[in-house]
């Protein structure tokens, strides 16, 4: 079975554009998280998906930062326009039940130059 | 709120000794639960092992256990016999029982293995 894959693994980026981060969930997952981790800093929460719906996007930094789950799958973080602040690394797990355990991707490293 | 506190941002251990990474943690909560996760060099996070805050038993996966001291909020985790496939970064991390499930996380231990 595929684990939670993301895309892509690392990104580089001006300040001021658009980058789009993928995760991809194991199939059947319906509770899909972001996480980012600032560099040398804690991993924080930024939101929690159930199926297609925002359970919890109280971690989301500011409304530069717009997080999608059409259908209930993938998911994409969209940030526009990036900041340099916005620099780290975005990890993506999903759980069966929102109290199982919550599997990772590899994480999408983004830098903004 | 609740917070995780990693006070070791670098450990080393010989391989096949013992070492033992420390967590603590704040929260007014009764029942929750707390992980260790590991991340090695360039891979995906993994549990490593998990505590639930109302079992006064301290859990054990193999060569992991964890010392977890309730009326502290401290939550160590040992790795015995250590080998070169531990290195990895450690991370800590909280999470309430019910509801909002987040996980709340420590700022991760890197653990050095020496041959």
């Known amino acids: 079975e595929a684990g939670v894959t993301q895309f892509p693994s690392h990104s580089v980026i001006e300040k001021g554009q658009t980058v789009t981060l993928r995760c991809d969930p194991i199939?059947?997952?319906?509770?899909l998280y972001w996480y980012r981790r600032v560099m040398g800093k804690e991993i924080k929460f930024l939101l929690h998906f159930v199926k297609e719906s925002k359970q919890d996007e109280s971690g989301m930094p500011n409304n530069r930062f717009l997080a999608e789950r059409t259908g209930g799958t993938y998911s994409t973080l969209k940030v526009q326009p990036a900041e340099l602040e916005d620099s780290g690394v975005y990890f993506c797990a999903s759980s069966q039940g929102p109290r199982s355990e919550q599997f990772f991707g590899p994480g999408t490293r983004l830098t903004v130059l | 709120a609740q917070t995780v506190t990693q006070s070791q941002p670098e450990m080393s251990v010989q391989e096949a000794e013992t070492v033992t990474l420390s967590c603590t943690y704040d929260t007014s909560e009764s029942d929750y639960y707390l992980f260790w996760y590991k991340q090695p060099p360039s891979r995906q996070m993994i549990l490593v092992i998990r505590?639930?805050?109302?079992k006064q038993q301290n859990a054990t996966e193999n060569r992991f256990s964890v010392n977890f001291q309730k009326a502290a909020k401290s939550f160590s985790l040992k790795i015995s016999d250590s080998q070169l496939g531990d290195a990895a970064m450690y991370f800590c991390?909280?999470?309430?029982?019910?509801?909002?499930?987040?996980?709340?996380w420590g700022a991760g231990t890197k653990l050095i293995i020496k041959p």
């Open positions: 991390a909280y999470r309430r029982r019910d509801s909002n499930y987040q996980l709340i």
């Open positions: 505590q639930e805050a109302y």
């Open positions: 199939s059947g997952h319906d509770n």
